[in-house]
């Protein structure tokens, strides 16, 4: 399904760092050597920074050598989404407005991997402001496809097997639907378990979270980022345990279908129904809203979400969209620009309600989640990467998690067409780590 | 008190426009003047704006002239604390690190005070990235005498007569106690009322506010920030009903003494007891811990608030301050170094405990102050301005309201070695009006 050469996890490689067999600047100079071959046709990357990486990988080889690494992932190379600052490179934003703009500062979460030893190798391009219209990334799988979006540039980049890892946003569906279309593991953590400081982010249920091409080196760098930039101002960080990552075999599995079920494709619905069937062999009980009044019932409310969760997002856009239109009107989309007029048409009275109604959604997840202890599950799309790169796909599988502030991961276990497609599990909210070794044992099962 | 040729409230001068004796236009030549005679000694600001203030005031005085102004501050001149970005002048936050630093957008403050026709003059000076180290700046009463601080420049400007009103930044005692110093009305909202988009301020509890020289213009601005702006995303706004701002007397007030009693200077403590007999002349009882066990009990809780407000607020420094140590170590103050190592010695575990410290002083308050129905006064400093300009003064009055997340107005009511000082009210959550109207009540009695 990928034809990463990354799929080796860190864990293994510090293996080899630790024998002499490998090395972080080797490690580096593969990844260099794909995005030489690859770049120019994906356009995964706005800007690289070849030879500061060098640098942070030489140091981080004689950590390894004298045993004495920074972290867990000191080597790691790792992309930016170019909404999240970096003192020595540009934020661009994916707009002409952010051309060649430096903010001076590194991003709590890049903060937060250099002093874990990361290497940060470059920006990775985003959609305008991490917004829907896109950039022109396209998908490694099948380059005519679009890579999803707003983190395109990551998902590509690790898709293509340029990056082990790299940062994403998401709040809508910027990190899950990239990550199946590409063909990756995404994760959005639990509302505020990340510090988004230094990031476009100033929305109410945005996130950092990560593309990574192992579900091991995922869960090993928000580990990192958690213990090394802590959570949002005000909330606890996301807390990962020590140790490696088990996989758990939940005795039941919620099957969520959503809203986006009746609009997925064929062959995405059939690969999901084979999966529960596989799921069912390794002796999981599946429950869906066909046996189970109360998600049947919590279903139905689903029903409002993409709406709300739209409408909250368009009416946190309106600072920076009239920035945008205020700055210069003609290198704002038409997609940005009709986000905008729609934010106008909402009133501060409107703006309340749709608060109370997601926290009405939030309240009804949490007493849902709260009776099952297991993960719910869902596809991460509707199907494969759609073809062309003018549009970033369908988020609707993405607005669930988004909305709720609950973590989700994206595992790259089905395809469609051929191409990528991800099964998503949504956890209960602060509990990322039942979510990780449920995920852990899917990924097993697959395998 | 104060030498400031701007008393004249907005609603007023309004009335001039209206009728074509005056115009905002000449009110910011007025404002231009006293800048250029008083600036050179006080260090009021970072950067100003004539022309482009100058072209705004004209087209401010064509739409009251055509009966068609944007709001109710329009061709009010405003100055902007220098953390908070603006599009058109460099952002530079105290720091050489952000010497001509431009962010490319406005803060959503700003934005929101331009939409509404106000006039913006400049950047008023901050200390370094809003902390404890000074700037320049000197009290327009007293030029050998610090402004206070972080809004140094904020306070200075209004209480010298520069501008009729400034945008402003608190997270431990930056409004409420340069409002004090400088003898101009300072206001810190209820936490989240006020979009904090675009401003330095990553921490849990900061907010932006406003200094001002009438009480009625800082009301009338506060009202205008709340509808255009909009509260922090995923909070409600400030809610400060229409029409003009009416004195409503409280039946009874309640004295809180607050750990900053014991270290107010003699004259400030005579001077509050004199207020609140004037206050029993005009027939408000007043309510003290020493006949009432409830607020006693609460006095006792607040001696812990300035360990817990100034711990949170070193954690949530760490980010921009390890920032400025890795950009250049040589730029940063001693005393920001010293936060940083404070902070650095603290875990995740201790935070959250601060967290929850900071959670009961909350409950505890509201719980009080429901049962109150009118807000809590107190002095807003320890005494006077202190002598030069190396210190920005004690914020020990100043971290309750910042630490509870509720409003506080500083008024410049009371006297101390012939210098402004401040009586403060601190309000009930959410309830911003009615610490406005019993403010205009008290100013009122002193009147």
Redesign the interface.
Known sequence: MTNSPLLVSYSELVQRFRQGTDTPRDLLERCLSTIESRDDELHAFACLAVARARLAADASTQRWRSGNPRSEIDGMPVGIKDIIET?DMPTGMGTP??DG?MS???A?SV?ALRAAGAVIVGKTKTTEFAGSHPCDTRNPHAPGHTAGGSSAGSAAAVGAGMLPIALGTQVVGSILRPASFCGVVGYKPTEGGI?R??SHD????SCIGLLGATLDDVWLTARVLA?M??G??????LHLPDGTLNPVRPSTLTWLRTPGWPVASEEARQQLMNFLGRLRSAGVRIISAHEDAQVAAFESLLEASFDVCTDIVAY?S???A??AL??DAQTVSPTLAQVLARAEALT?DD??QL?ERRQALRNAYDTLAASRRAPFLTLSATGAAPQGILHSGNPIFNVHASLLGVPALSLPLLSDQSMPLGVQLIGARHDDATLFSTAAFLSCLSA
Chains 1, 2 share one sequence.
């Open positions: 003192h407005l952010y703009w001076r500062r590194d709590a903060q510090h400081g230094g100033f929305q109410s249920h213990r930039a802590g949002d101002p005000g909330k606890h960080p946190e309106r600072w920076f009239r920035n205020e700055r501060a703006y309340a608060l």
